[in-house]
């Protein structure tokens, strides 16, 4: 798992992926690393392969309009994609369920008789619970296990537009975030009850839970706004130039510590808060604005993709590595280190096989000055016949087998578990 331990990391752009005729708003990798999700204006849905970069699916749903928001359906334990969720703007919920390789049709739902997209759409593994945001709406659905969405509940009509809506707290609250009202409001999933409401001080672009228990929020204004949870007060501000009016959506890693911003200048912004300095690094996407980001960590490399929302249409993938990584040249991968005990033991070993060495080469020279063959830097060459003297090729056999023994060693300690550094 990628760490940064005060490092600033580097991004190496891996993959530049062309599938979309207009604006990009979803770019989403599925947990289980097998998946990314893009989907935008031109009503296109495109399922990635991140092990190549190849095209593995498109689910064209032009007569529905753009495509705004989605979410992968996972099972309980969350470690098996069993599916997709998005929302289109004629206020439309989609269910497409894995099958074998594919993602087939399940269902289509009617999230709103008011005209509307669906903004934002989340959902719980726990409790196979779906939310929904349409016009400043949340509706709150029971997804089956054969695909039927069943409402719950519905909130009242707070701000006609939702930037944001996550569950939290093992999908037993979810957390709504209003655009222009600037008002963060936890409900409780299983009555409805309300748990909190706290209003911030600017604007909510999009807002991310973080999981070391804090909200990131860019605040359309000047930058990006990290909070306490509930948000009670600002723990930092990371400011930049801020030259149009977007939504700018946040992708996290390393515990919440490494934060990506989507930007209107064609680089997102990488905010390394374990170091201190803020916005420390850019990734050079193009032009133009790339308000949509997303984010994928694993054991072994983290991914970052960012998309963009105007021509040429692009999405990139940036495989990310701290400076430790790169300097063992492994391209990010876990590296092998042998322990001060291994090291101690081969350290033991190497001292014992010195003084045998020592004893059998005693043993040699003792001989020659007794009547056998002396002991010469020539006789220390293989044996050619077998009338050659067996002691003088003893210490170099048992050179031999004194290094190979110390590789084969070396060998096993190196073969153990993979050691982080």
Known sequence: MLTLNGLTPDFELIYTLRGHSQAINVALFSSDGSFLLTGGDDGVLNFWDIRNGCLHQTIPVPFHGPVLSAAWTYSHDLKRVTGVLFGCSNGTVQYYRKHASEFVFVTIELTSSLPGGVEEIAFDAHHSRVATANGGV??????????????????????????????????????????????????????????????????????????????????????????????????????????????????????????????????????????????DRALDHGMGIVSTVGSLQQLGTSYVVSAASEAPYEVKVWSVKTA??????????????????????????????????????????????????????????????????????????????????????????????????
């Open 138 to 279: 949340v509706k709150l659905w029971h997804l089956s296990p054969d695909g039927v969405l069943t409402e719950l509940h519905t909130s009242d009509n707070e701000d006609s537009m939702i930037s944001s809506l996550f569950f939290c707290e093992g999908g037993e609250q979810l957390v709504v975030c209003y655009l222009e009202s600037h008002n963060v409001v936890s409900f409780q999933a299983e009555n409805w009850a309300l748990n909190w409401s706290h209003k911030l001080p600017r604007r909510i672009g999009s807002a991310s839970g973080l999981p070391n228990g804090t909200l990131a929020v860019t605040n359309l204004a000047s930058g990006l706004d990290v909070f306490n949870f509930p948000p009670t007060q600002i723990l930092h501000t990371y400011s930049h130039q801020v030259a149009q009016n977007v939504r700018l959506q946040i992708a996290t890693l390393c515990n919440g510590e490494l934060l990506v911003v989507g930007s209107d200048d064609g680089k997102p912004r990488v905010v390394n808060r374990a170091s201190g300095n803020g916005f």
């Open 324 to 421: 430790s990584n790169l300097s063992r040249g492994d391209g990010g991968r876990p590296g092998r280190s042998i322990s001060t005990a291994q090291f101690a033991l081969i350290a033991v070993l190497c001292c014992l096989a010195q003084v045998i060495a020592s004893r059998f080469l005693f043993a040699s020279v003792t001989d020659g000055e007794s009547g056998s063959k002396p002991f010469t830097i020539e006789n220390l060459t293989p044996p050619t016949t077998p009338s050659q003297s067996l002691s003088s090729a003893a210490p170099r056999s048992l050179a031999i087998l004194q290094t190979d023994a110390v590789l084969r060693l070396t060998e096993t300690c190196s073969n153990e578990s993979p050691t982080l550094l």
